[in-house]
């Protein structure tokens, strides 16, 4: 399983458990493997974080709450998405987010707001979102505040 993929050590007792093993086993064998090296929550929390920022294009927030949901505890998975958001420019992936969605300049405001949810969702701030908007907004076409 470890193979493929980076797992938590949540998703790997999940998975173990699927497949019917006995729960002293299961126990066994995470705490074998992360003595060993194979199974590391933080490098699987890092690397998680990495992909979220560079491919998925996520906001740190909604980087956090995935690497959560994964079962990576909420220090570990700040501390990854910290250290990412220190080699990757939140600015840079909230605009390459934001080309998905944005080819041109904003039209008008529901537009404006449509993107601005879009961009929350994504998991950024919502100054840097707003701010950003109103920097392609034309310049009638949104309010300042």
């Keep these: 399983m470890l193979a493929r993929r980076e797992l938590s050590s949540a998703q790997l007792r999940e998975r173990l458990s699927r497949k019917g093993l006995d729960p ?3 126990e066994r064998t995470i705490h074998r493997l ?3 090296g194979p199974l590391d929550d933080r490098r699987t929390a890092i690397t998680y974080a990495r992909q979220a920022a560079i491919v998925k294009l996520r906001g740190p927030y909604r ?6 949901a994964r ?3 909420e220090n570990d998975a700040q501390s990854a998405v910290a250290e990412v ?4 420019n939140e ?7 934001l080309a998905r969605r944005l080819s041109g300049h904003v039209q008008n ?3 404006f707001r449509r993107l601005y949810q ?3 969702r994504q998991g950024f701030d919502g100054g840097m979102a707003a701010a950003t908007l109103r920097a392609r907004a034309k310049a009638t076409a949104v309010p300042e505040d």
């Design 24 to 26: 002293v086993e299961i």
């Design 34 to 36: 992360s003595r060993e």
């Design 63 to 68: 980087a956090v709450k995935e690497l959560q």
């Design 71 to 73: 079962g990576i505890s």
């Design 85 to 88: 958001f220190g080699e990757v």
């Design 91 to 97: 600015q840079t992936v909230l605009n390459r987010a």
């Design 109 to 111: 405001r529901v537009q």
């Design 118 to 120: 879009y961009l929350l």
